[in-house]
């Protein structure tokens, strides 16, 4: 491989390590003489703390660290030659001690013409679920605003303002991450960002209902991400394609929302099961508004679906969806909710099923109509059209040969006539003394089940 690359001058090797992660890119320096200096030359330009941590119990032997952490950056820096940059990452905890070093990092990546811009700032010891508010470590230099080639910026525990994003003429990608984000301050940054493709918006506060609509929004991603907002959540995107929420149940307003080709649902915020059926009407009703191709739903979304007070299918407003992804821990308290939405889906064709520890309410009890049916799985009958007709690629990840996971596969098994190719995705981790080769024993086992296609092709990985 090295005789290939000695026939490549240096600019084309370095435009060929500026693809490479910054890690895998510092690597290359090992190669051979001609290569221990060329990846300084990249373009992508990535400084992690967490890279340079080691395993140390002491405050000040992790001081000592993000010391070294902090030398390396300044003298690489200092030994940059190239005169444009085209990504600069810079993840750094509690900065406070080392203001002047980040806003040198940040200068220097806006005077070499930056185009993706990443500040992270948070603490790790925050955590997914913290409900604090902590304040932001960072404030967002001046020269940042006057970068008007920036496509890509993401901001992470870093003050700003959003009256200066009007500057931001090119920007198409934005991410705002443990900051308050008022919903006015939210209809700003749409205003004055009007090429805007890409939102993602990560542990916001303040931002009590939140609207994000316009008919001239270029957006076609959305995520929403553990965000504290009061009551209603809406949007009214034309171009919009890709959908992802996670945090408590609230009500949705889609504003005359065309089709959405993707969608994620996760409402694992949730503390308890609403058994007086609000959270599954509004569950219902946001799931009979949606148009998508491709649809994904958490756990507590089948434990909650059975409490609504409408029980029949949605089969015509979930003719279009395709590929339905289940991120359940198959137990019988979800099987309610997933034959639900398995009858609603009659034109099926993908089903994935992902298994996670998902969090199974232990005084749950399911509406006293329902609680002398078995659960699908058991039953002989199909519970779907879809599995007789258009279901065909069902993928399994996270298989640990649990005896509900079994039952489940059996069932589709069973019934699937028309079923192509069954993926199962063995549990790599395992607990309580099992292994890996146990559950892929399991797995293997299921090559000997009957099967209704004949057709059908089981792949284990």
Not at 55 to 68: N, T
Not at 212 to 220: D, F, M, V, Y
Not at 248 to 273: M, T
Not at 276 to 295: A, M
Request: proline share 5%.
């Amino acid at each position: 491989m090295e005789d290939y690359f000695s026939l490549l001058p240096d600019p084309i090797i370095v435009l060929i390590i500026s693809y490479l992660a910054f890690r895998d890119a510092a690597r290359t320096s090992v190669l051979s003489q001609r290569w221990r200096h060329l990846w300084r030359s990249t373009k992508n330009i990535e400084f992690d703390e967490t890279l340079f941590m080691r395993e140390v119990e002491s405050r000040e032997e992790r001081e000592l660290c993000r010391r070294d952490f902090i030398y390396f950056v300044r003298q690489w820096i200092l030994g940059y030659q190239e005169p444009v940059v085209d990504m600069f990452r810079l993840a750094f905890s509690n900065p406070k001690q080392y203001q002047l070093e980040m806003e040198n990092c940040v200068r220097f990546a806006i005077v070499h013409g930056v185009k993706r811009l990443d500040l992270d700032f948070c603490d790790p010891a925050w955590g997914e679920y913290n409900s604090d508010e902590p304040p932001p470590s960072f404030g967002l230099p001046s020269c940042v605003y006057r970068n008007g080639v920036l496509e890509s910026l993401r901001l992470y525990s870093c003050s700003f303002h959003v009256s200066r994003f009007n500057s931001f003429t090119a920007l198409k990608d934005l991410s705002i991450g443990w900051s308050e984000l008022t919903s006015f301050a939210l209809s700003a940054l749409l205003v004055n960002c009007p090429l805007l493709e890409s939102l993602s918006l990560r542990k916001c506060w303040n931002l009590d209902d939140p609207v994000i609509s316009g008919p001239k929004l270029k957006l076609r991603s959305l995520v929403m991400d553990k965000c504290a907002f009061i009551y209603r959540f809406t949007v009214g995107a034309p171009l919009l394609r890709s959908l992802s929420y996670s945090g408590a149940v609230s009500e949705f307003v889609l504003l005359n929302q065309p089709h959405v080709e993707k969608v994620e649902l996760d409402f694992g915020l949730e503390p308890d099961i609403d058994y007086e059926g609000t959270y599954g009407d509004v569950i219902r009703e946001l799931l009979g508004d949606l148009k998508c191709t491709t649809l994904t739903v958490c756990s507590f979304m089948l434990q909650q679906l059975p409490f609504s007070s409408e029980r029949m299918p949605l089969w015509q407003h979930l003719q279009g969806l395709t590929h339905l992804t289940v991120r359940t821990a198959v137990h019988e308290y979800e099987s309610y909710g997933f034959a639900f939405l398995l009858s609603s889906c009659r034109r099926l064709q993908i089903l994935t099923i992902e298994i996670v520890p998902g969090r199974i309410f232990p005084d749950y009890a399911p509406p006293s109509e329902l609680r002398g049916n078995n659960v699908f799985w058991r039953q002989q009958e199909p519970v779907s059209p879809c599995m007789i007709e258009t279901l065909r690629i069902v993928e399994m990840k996270g298989f640990g040969g649990e005896p509900n996971e079994l039952l489940l596969v059996k069932y589709l098994l069973r019934h699937g006539y028309v079923m192509e190719t069954l993926n199962i995705i063995v549990k790599k981790q395992m607990g309580h003394g099992d292994t890996e080769s146990n559950s892929r024993l399991w797995a293997e086992m299921l090559q000997y089940y009957a099967r209704a296609s004949s057709g059908l092709q089981i792949l284990i990985s």
